[in-house]
């Protein structure tokens, strides 16, 4: 995931600034560069990658068996349906902001607070996966169990965090050190499995799975594609943006639709289904291994704890930022707003931190992926149902993705209503708090005047055409 250009400044949060990436040939730096196609797309792929196929691919196997590869196609069409409602929302209002900023445009203030409260969910319970996947990366390769694989993923949150609380400029240097490479490892170890193809390893280890298990699998595995939506954040900040931005982020849906299909196929033909269910925490080092032996797989940890180290990273980064421009919309305590020395939002860093490292060191690793997919899932389904309301143009696209997050949201929520009926609950538990006791909690903080107008403002901007993302 990567850090979007509005989180970049030390100053109030002004949709505008990303650190890293390459404009055509020139790199983006913080002298304001604009950004042409090549560096959005890197951007958005980056977002993506940055540690979705490292956590997830043997969650999505264990659940799809041998249709995982056509859960990641499903869950990419769904992405790609949604990236396109925010790009065209984000060209039609002429500036980034994601669904708070586009939501309170058209006076949905009840609803963006509420909203902005189940993004910062998601993006804790992202963290917590990221970290997840680095400690058991990390104690893999160094002989390390399961204890040791806690304690490097809350530690390398600790590390993260810290390196936040310094300042912006030391964050996206670190940032743009851990991003590099991540896809060539991926593609190259899909290439060398699918050279040495064998369908019936694709089921192998596993019972066959029907054909609708594809379809749970995409909705229990979605958060591998969160991250492009950050790019929309950037429109101002690139060449000829309403070409640039529609453009960059389809096609880099696309790229990451097809990285995650092979590499799916191409490490159930290397090493079997059964053993990436089995080893689900470090299933590509597994496949690194049997490609190329010890160098195989530190070739593979080091991708993962590098690319999953920089989606802390940058998730942090970005998230303690959203809840800062939240905090001063008085839809979360303005305390959370407040700055160090450094000149950023201290407290909204450590709070993240503290809930992310305490899920990492509690959780079990489908159960976080399942819940932070969950919280995606609704929130693409919003900015589609936005879409769909607000343009006439290929609002058929919008349709479509609004029906499949919301499909997909459903049939994850009966998976887990038998599966895992706590973790269920719990989001549910969030989600009731986000919705209905936010107001009386902020008033009762002393951070929020009585609410008389939301309600009016909901029914006002109910005449309005829909707001974006």
């Not at 180290?309 to 303690?320: E, H, K, P, R, Y």
Request: no cysteine.
């Amino acid at each position: 995931m990567q850090t979007p250009r509005w989180a970049m400044s030390s100053s109030e949060p002004d949709k505008g600034s990303h650190g890293h990436g390459h404009d055509q040939d020139q790199p983006v730096d913080g002298d304001g560069e604009k950004m042409g196609l090549n560096a959005s797309w890197s951007m958005a792929v980056g977002g993506m990658v940055g540690g979705g196929i490292f956590s997830v691919l043997g969650v999505v196997i264990a659940i799809a068996g041998q249709w995982a590869w056509l859960s990641f196609l499903l869950a990419g069409l769904i992405a790609l349906a949604t990236g396109d409602s925010y790009a065209r929302l984000t060209v039609a209002h002429g500036s980034g902001g994601g669904a708070f900023e586009f939501l309170r445009s058209e006076g949905r203030e009840a609803f963006a607070g509420s909203l902005s409260w189940i993004l910062i969910i998601g993006y804790v319970l992202t963290i917590s996966v990221y970290a997840f996947t680095f400690g058991h990366y990390l104690a893999h390769v160094l002989g390390g169990g399961g204890l040791t694989a806690r304690v490097a993923g809350v530690a390398i949150i600790v590390t993260l965090a810290a390196v936040n609380l310094r300042g912006v400029r030391n964050s996206a240097k670190l940032e743009i050190f851990m991003v590099w490479g991540k896809v060539a490892v991926l593609v190259a170890l899909a290439v060398f499995g699918l050279s040495l193809w064998e369908p019936s390893n694709l089921a192998e280890g596993v019972e066959p799975r029907p054909l609708i298990a594809a379809a749970i699998g995409a909705g229990a595995v979605f958060m591998a594609y969160e991250g492009f939506q950050l790019l929309t954040y950037d429109y101002g900040d690139m060449k000829q943006p309403d070409r640039t931005l529609p453009r960059a982020v389809v096609l880099a849906i696309v790229s990451v639709t097809a990285i995650y299909v092979v590499v799916t196929l191409g490490t159930a033909v290397l090493v079997g289904a059964g053993t990436l269910v089995v080893e689900r925490e470090t299933a590509l080092a597994v496949a690194g291994k049997v490609a190329l032996g010890t160098a195989g797989l530190w070739i593979v940890t080091i991708a993962a704890v590098l690319s999953t180290g920089s989606a802390i990273n940058a998730t942090l980064f970005a998230t303690a930022r959203l809840v800062e421009t939240v905090a001063r919309d008085k839809e979360l305590p303005e305390a959370a707003a407040k700055r160090n020395a450094a000149g950023v939002p201290a407290r909204a860093i450590v709070g993240l931190a503290t809930a992310a490292a305490v899920l990492a060191s509690l959780g079990a690793l489908s159960k976080l992926v399942e819940a932070a997919s969950m919280t995606f899932l609704f929130t693409f389904a919003v900015v589609n149902g936005l879409a769909a309301r607000e343009s006439e143009a290929r609002a058929w696209v919008s349709w479509i993705g609004l029906i499949g997050a919301s499909l997909a949201a459903l049939i994850l929520a009966a998976r887990m209503a038998i599966a895992s009926p706590s973790t269920l609950a719990f989001l549910g538990v969030l989600a009731a708090i986000a919705v209905f006791a936010r107001p009386a909690l902020l008033r009762r903080l002393g951070d929020r005047p009585p609410d008389n107008d939301n309600d009016n403002n909901d029914n006002d901007a109910g005449s309005k055409s829909g707001e974006p993302t």
